[in-house]
């Protein structure tokens, strides 16, 4: 209740909860008019599927008719066999609720929303007919009608009446991205950022990321052109790329400055000019300051003969990494300036490298399966409990029971949500309860119902808009709807009224504690399990595979990335390592892909340190804990350098700088501020003269 009534909803928020109070009114109405045998379900589906956009509201209506038609459906087929068989039947709804639960935690999209509902849809037609199963087919005909019905309701009056487009809202995302973005790199160039600084924006900028891509996959339901789909995706998916891009170039900066300070103050003007473009892009990207700062840092770049220091190393790699940001950069403002003014002109991109793909989902399946496995078992004992009680209508605590373990399967730490659903249930039942019982037996026509329902459905439903406030809105509205059962006839009895409704937030306590119990972890599990996967796919990185394979594997490290760092904020851990982590990868990656390019004794060089760095985190792994690397793998690195630095003398040429940068990109991530001191090896030493003479 923290901030309840600190401020006053926008107008454009009460217009909302005009428009669906209205609809939900509409709904009840002809569901009542129609004679639907429960016509609250059709007027707490107003609810459930309205959004204040087009774009949500029409997806949500179109994934939930679906939903609920499975689910029907899948009543139908098994109640009939099986209800002579109370176990075997509970079994089966169970596996049913937790089969579709998992395929929708295996989706990230709008349409997750279709399965799960599909999964607990067939528990409340089910349980609610053990005792009468002739009607089963009845009861899910009726159920599909009224949630067809309102939804219907939802959509129309949603599309007619003050409709909000979502497209200026993905926009307004990316505004405030791109304001935290040109900080936070601005920051960088600077050479000021102070740690609590940096991280502060990169959660910030992390927390909109991740909400653009539920907001993207909805914009097709709202008429959005392909166009803007497109360039959506192509921002969000060049987006991911920055935070390891800064986080090399500060990297490169710090070594250059504190390795090579002479060289560093001859840059110091070229990184004033970047700064001084990337305040410019706040505006509109321009494709001449782009080329010209090209051209200025072309113009630093050591020669590739001269890369065999290392002060010009380090020169040539700070440069490249401002390079490789000046490019991503550039697209990403782009795109932005095209989602900005709807442009439908083909984009091109600047920022062209091989890792970029399409972004490879990821999901830590083995938690999914335990969450999904909890529910299935938590279903059953609840069926146990029910019938071992013999409680007439324990049904509707089985079906709480199920839908909030559904709702909250994919968080880490489901328990105090399912808390906040249950005290809100049974606040829902007080306000139902006054409703059916003083206000309902004085009303005689449906107008005088709309006029007592308006005022507190009105602020509730406008409440519904703010995240804050969200699930406890919504659920007190829903379940106020539904629990006073409003029918065609007053006939409320106040021990049924009790006994029924009091079953649901029996049931939703049972799921508190079940979930307590079997899942007392938290975010902290799953961050330490991100950390173990990221070191699995450094080790993959390490052998041979194809570049698809290799490519694959990286973007899915990207994808991770962004599920890890939240919950590193989350737990007080330092996020600054899980961006480490995934720059060893990408620069194993570019080790991989320009390897076969060098000479014989820079492949095998290069191959003892990508079994090393294999090596390494394998040890990782096994010990359970983030280790030191360790000295040899730094004289490794330094040898595969001196490797190729012999390639100069065979014309290796472009790959030979690659690889230059991808093991100088390796070491700064895995060792940064480490140097070495390398003893005489004979075999990096040049071949003596024909009189044995050294040339």
């Not at 609809?23 to 009840?28: D, G, T, V, Y």
């Not at 009468?132 to 159920?143: G, L």
């Not at 006054?434 to 007592?452: E, I, S, T």
């Not at 799953?526 to 699995?536: C, D, P």
Request: charged share 15%; proline share 6%; hydrophobic share 50%.
């Amino acid at each position: 209740m923290k901030g309840f009534f600190s401020s006053v909803p926008p107008a454009r928020d009460w217009f909302y909860g005009v428009r669906t109070f209205a609809a939900s009114m509409i709904a009840l109405y002809i569901a009542l008019l129609m004679q639907l045998p429960r016509p609250y379900w059709a007027m707490a589906t107003v609810y459930i599927v309205s959004s204040p956009f087009v774009g949500p509201t029409s997806s949500k209506a179109l994934y939930r008719a679906v939903g609920t038609l499975l689910g029907a459906g899948g009543a139908v087929l098994l109640v009939p066999p099986l209800v002579q068989s109370p176990l075997l039947l509970s079994i089966a709804i169970a596996l049913w609720t937790g089969t579709l639960l998992f395929l929708s935690l295996n989706l990230r999209t709008a349409n997750n929303y279709m399965f799960m509902l599909a999964g607990y849809t067939l528990p409340m037609i089910a349980l609610a007919v053990v005792d009468n199963p002739q009607a089963v087919f009845d009861v899910a005909s009726s159920r599909a009608q009224e949630i067809c019905l309102g939804i219907v309701c939802a959509a129309v009056v949603g599309a007619i009446f003050w409709p909000r487009r979502l497209a200026p809202v993905v926009v307004g995302a990316t505004g405030k991205w791109f304001g935290e973005a040109i900080r936070y790199s601005d920051l960088c160039l600077a050479r000021e950022a102070a740690a609590e600084q940096i991280a502060t924006l990169r959660s910030s900028m992390v927390a909109t990321f991740n909400s653009l891509e539920l907001m993207i996959g909805q914009l097709g339901h709202e008429g959005a052109g392909p166009h803007t789909l497109k360039n959506a995706r192509e921002l969000r998916g060049r987006m991911i790329h920055l935070l390891p891009v800064i986080d090399a170039l500060d990297d490169a900066l710090a070594a250059l400055q504190a390795r090579a300070p002479a060289l560093y103050t001859q840059i110091e003007p070229l990184l004033g000019e970047a700064r001084t473009w990337l305040a410019g892009t706040a505006e509109q990207p321009s494709t001449p300051r782009w080329s010209a700062l090209k051209m200025h840092l072309a113009q630093h770049q050591p020669e590739p003969d001269a890369l065999d220091q290392r002060q010009a190393l380090l020169l040539s790699n700070a440069l490249y990494r401002l390079g490789e940001w000046v490019d991503l950069w550039q697209d990403c403002c782009a795109l932005q300036h095209a989602l900005r003014e709807d442009d439908p002109r083909p984009w091109r991109a600047v920022y062209r490298h091989w890792r970029l793909g399409r972004l490879t989902p990821f999901f830590d399946r083995g938690l999914m399966v335990y969450s999904v496995s909890s529910t299935v078992i938590a279903i059953v004992v609840a069926c146990g409990l029910w019938i071992g009680l013999g409680w007439n209508d324990g049904a509707s605590a089985v079906i709480l029971a199920a839908v909030a373990c559904s709702f909250f399967a994919s968080m880490d730490d489901p328990a105090p949500q399912i808390y906040r659903f249950f005290f809100w249930t049974l606040m829902s039942v007080i306000f139902s309860s006054l409703y059916l019982f003083l206000v309902l037996p004085n009303l005689h026509d449906f107008a005088m119902l709309v006029l007592v329902f308006a005022v507190p459905f009105i602020v509730i439903g406008t409440l519904t808009v703010q995240p804050a406030f969200y699930l406890g809105t919504l659920l007190t509205i829903v379940n106020t709807s539904t629990f006073i059962s409003i029918q065609g006839a007053y006939d409320a009895d106040f021990f049924t009224f009790l006994n029924s409704n009091l079953a649901g937030p029996v049931g939703l306590l049972f799921a508190f504690i079940w979930t307590l119990v079997m899942r007392p972890f938290g975010v902290e599990l799953a961050a330490k399990r991100m950390t173990r996967f990221a070191w699995r796919d450094i080790v993959e990185m390490t052998e041979p595979a194809t570049l698809a394979e290799q490519r694959k594997v990286g973007v899915q490290m990207l994808d991770r990335l962004m599920q890890h760092l939240p919950r590193l904020a989350q737990t007080g851990q330092d996020n600054g390592v899980a961006l480490r982590d995934l720059r060893v990868g990408l620069n194993l990656l570019d080790l991989q892909a320009y390897l076969p390019r060098a000479g014989e004794e820079a492949q095998a060089r290069l191959r003892t340190v990508l079994e090393e760095v294999g090596a390494h985190y394998a040890a990782c792994r096994r010990a359970g804990e983030r280790l030191h690397a360790s000295p040899a793998l730094l004289r490794h690195m330094e040898r595969a350098r001196l490797a190729l630095v012999q390639d100069r003398l065979n014309e290796r040429g472009e790959p030979r700088v690659h690889l230059l940068h991808a093991l100088a990109g390796l070491r700064l991530a895995l060792l940064p501020g480490v140097e070495v001191t390398l003893e005489a090896d004979p075999q990096t030493q040049l071949p003596p003269a024909i009189d044995g003479a050294p040339l």
